[in-house]
């Protein structure tokens, strides 16, 4: 069983910055890869960004291409989403999620999931 925590949200204003922490129980992290994934008010749930095992394959969405970064730290078990320039249209409950195969995290079908964290942006 792996549990996932997410940390690190709040509110900041519109072209500020945050930086969200996912820390993750379980032997299997260094083998899993994760991602991020965003919830807004009356939307569904959307693709961020996704790291594989090893840090050296990353994968974003269109939205934050160039604003923010996913990375990981295997040896402290957590993976990270830098958020630069941010934007109100930003504003969700980000969440961490992870799995073994890469495609079931970036299609958001994969079996751990945080319980997310709130990022607010205003304008």
């Known amino acids: 069983q792996v549990q996932l925590v997410e940390s690190g949200g709040g509110l900041v204003q519109a072209g500020g910055s945050l930086r969200l922490s996912c820390s993750a129980s379980g032997r299997t992290f260094s083998t899993s890869a994760m991602g991020w994934f965003r919830q807004a008010p009356g939307k569904e749930r959307e693709f961020v960004a996704a790291i594989n095992w090893n840090g050296r394959s990353t994968y974003y969405s269109d939205s934050v291409i160039g604003r923010f970064t996913i990375s990981r730290d295997n040896a402290k078990n957590t993976v990270y989403l830098q958020m630069n320039s941010l934007k109100p249209e930003d504003t969700a409950v980000y969440y961490c999620?992870?799995?073994?195969?890469?495609?079931?995290?970036?299609?958001?079908?994969?079996?751990?999931w945080g319980q997310g964290t709130q990022v607010t942006v205003s304008s």
């Open positions: 999620a992870g799995d073994f195969d890469w495609n079931m995290v970036v299609d958001g079908t994969c079996n751990y």
